[in-house]
């Protein structure tokens, strides 16, 4: 992918999460909470991106075959 991906992939990782999986696909699969919501509306805004969580998530379960 590019780099955000693997910065993504490293905070994850560092955070104790899958070793393939960016930080936007972990967050989006958390149950509803506050915290999440946020983090979500930040990274749409931060990447211009409607649903980025969810495209993320969407791009690496297809990346992964899962």
């Not at 696909?25 to 915290?35: C, F, G, M, N, T």
Request: net charge positive; proline share 6%; charged share 20%.
């Amino acid at each position: 992918m590019n780099a955000w991906w693997s910065v993504s992939v490293c905070i994850n990782r560092s955070l104790g999460g899958k070793p393939s999986e960016p930080l936007c696909s972990r967050v989006y699969r958390q149950p509803p909470s506050r915290w999440r919501s946020v983090f979500m509306v930040l990274m749409d805004r931060a990447f211009a991106e409607s649903a980025h969580c969810e495209n993320i998530h969407s791009r690496w379960r297809e990346l992964s075959g899962t």
